[in-house]
């Protein structure tokens, strides 16, 4: 069970939430003034807060840089007629649930959000030590202890689509990269023809690829220069810490198998070490999608390169850095295509690009 601070300005809504929890089992903690928060958060070691109110932004305002890695996330109730603004917290996970609701699927959010907070706080692997065992060890320890898989799905997949959209945001790419690669694994496996079944798995992966990366400082992320042993330890794990938290919101395997791969190398020399026989393919369309917009949008660090010149580096390393066919395939959707020499003059300047046959490349907007 959990101890979870509840603050509330709708009594209604406060006096549900607070029975709802304390059926489950949870120890709340009311709080009714929110400088209060700091205090009860640090004295009571919480592991959510529920803030049942009509006015998120005064909770929003309220929260401060927290020093430690991963601050108990917050979740909303609030009502569909409430005026929501769309403020985030950078330090902070946020999610909301809209009342009127089930009870098992608010019970279902708050086990998925308690889950994501214990795993990242308490039970990541050391550094180094291989991908967990499903059935053993840290990971049947952590879903055993809370995760009750009778409640709705949904409301976890909710919150992994949360996690992952608070990912991009701390992340040093233009905004919406979980997105683009999506579009881009689309594009390739289109052209290789693969199945619906492994589609829709690299669909998933490819949304919640770097929700790993919330374990991660923000200041590592955004570090403009060479990062140290330590944190680049640090960013190499966040595959493996992103496979952990896909186990605990998503039942489907695959996906949290892509997650973990998406950083591999056929040679060997990825984030993990696998070997090209152990990398699931829908992970390696996933990783050439990756590196693709990585070498595209990335803010920091390394200058980011024209969709031309990605391309071409990824195509020197077919093979031994990339998957040969994923790179073939989006070389094959994004190249510009030849125009069409009519058959009336072959004497006749090449006939200029149509609208249709006009490149995915050259419609993107000049670096």
Not at 155 to 171: G, I, K, N, Y
Not at 201 to 215: C, F, S
Not at 220 to 248: E, F, I, K, N
Not at 297 to 320: C, H, I, N, Y
Request: glycine share 6%; charged share 30%; proline share 7%.
């Amino acid at each position: 069970m959990a101890r979870i601070l509840l603050y509330g300005t709708d009594r209604r809504r406060f006096r549900e939430a607070r029975a709802l929890l304390r059926q489950d089992g949870h120890e709340v903690v009311p709080f009714p003034a929110l400088e209060d928060w700091e205090v009860l958060e640090q004295k009571t070691q919480a592991q959510l807060v529920v803030a049942a109110t009509s006015c998120p932004s005064e909770v929003l305002a309220a929260s401060r840089s927290r020093t430690r890695a991963f601050a108990p996330p917050v979740l909303f109730v609030h009502q569909e007629a409430d005026r929501l603004d769309d403020g985030e917290l950078d330090d902070r996970l946020v999610d909301r649930i809209v009342s009127p609701f089930q009870g098992d699927e608010l019970l279902a959010r708050v086990d998925a959000l308690v889950g994501v907070y214990r795993l990242l706080n308490r039970h990541l692997l050391p550094d180094g030590a291989a991908e967990p065992d499903r059935r053993t060890g840290i990971w049947h320890r952590v879903v055993r202890s809370r995760s009750d898989r009778s409640r709705p799905a949904e409301p976890r997949q909710e919150v992994a689509t949360r996690l992952a959209q608070w990912s991009d945001r701390r992340d040093t790419f233009e905004p919406g990269h979980a997105t683009r690669v999506a579009d881009l694994c689309a594009q390739i496996a289109d052209t290789l023809g693969i199945d619906d079944s492994a589609a829709t798995v690299l669909y998933h992966a490819a949304a919640l690829h770097d929700i790993g990366k919330v374990a991660l400082p923000v200041e590592v992320l955004h570090q403009d220069g060479p990062l140290d042993d330590d944190q680049w330890r640090l960013v190499r794990s966040h595959p493996r810490r992103g496979a952990a938290l896909v186990r605990l919101l998503d039942p489907d395997e695959e996906v949290a198998r892509a997650v973990f791969c998406h950083h591999e190398r056929p040679d060997g020399s990825g984030y993990m070490g696998c070997k090209r026989e152990e990398i699931p393919r829908v992970a390696a369309i996933l990783a050439v999608a990756e590196c693709f917009d990585a070498m595209t949008t990335s803010r920091v660090g390394r200058p980011r390169l024209s969709p031309l010149d990605a391309l071409e580096r990824l195509e020197s390393g077919k093979g031994q850095i990339h998957d040969a066919e994923s790179v073939e395939a989006l070389a094959d959707r994004l190249k510009p295509r030849p125009g069409v020499i009519p058959l009336s003059s072959l004497t006749q300047r090449r006939a200029p690009v149509t609208a249709d046959e006009e490149s995915p490349l050259e419609r993107m907007p000049p670096e």
